[in-house]
């Protein structure tokens, strides 16, 4: 059974930086390597959505609102996902999840969810 641990949520003021991250524990790396890793969030009384994935080759892709602000990263010997979140906005508000999606049989794994709160 896959295990996703999300870490890092917090409140942070619009303009700054926070970084969330999630570990795959339970796991060896071998085995992290055949997933794509993802973010997504759901803000407060909204579904929801995709903010990142990133292939086990490190291929990325982000959703247009937070194109040029976030970055994804993995790290495969740590069996890691973060998500760099810069220039926040108080629309970026919302319970951060951790995606896991296995490469082969599209088997699909959530963490529990981060909050990260943009405010003044």
């Known amino acids: 059974q896959v295990n996703l641990v999300e870490s890092g949520g917090g409140l942070v003021q619009p303009g700054g930086s926070l970084k969330v991250s999630c570990v795959m524990s339970?796991?060896?790396?071998?085995?992290?390597?055949?997933?794509?890793m993802g973010w997504y969030r759901q803000p407060p009384g909204k579904q929801r959505e995709l903010v990142a994935t990133i292939t086990s080759g490190r291929t990325a892709r982000y959703a247009d609102s937070v194109q040029g602000r976030f970055t994804i990263s993995r790290d495969n010997s740590r069996k890691t996902v973060s998500l760099q979140m810069n220039t926040l906005k108080p629309e970026d508000t919302a319970v951060y999840y951790c995606?896991?999606?296995?490469?082969?049989?599209?088997?699909?794994?959530w963490g529990q969810g981060t909050q990260v709160t943009v405010s003044s």
């Open positions: 339970r796991a060896i790396t071998s085995t992290f390597n055949m997933y794509t």
């Open positions: 995606n896991a999606k296995n490469d082969h049989d599209d088997s699909n794994y």
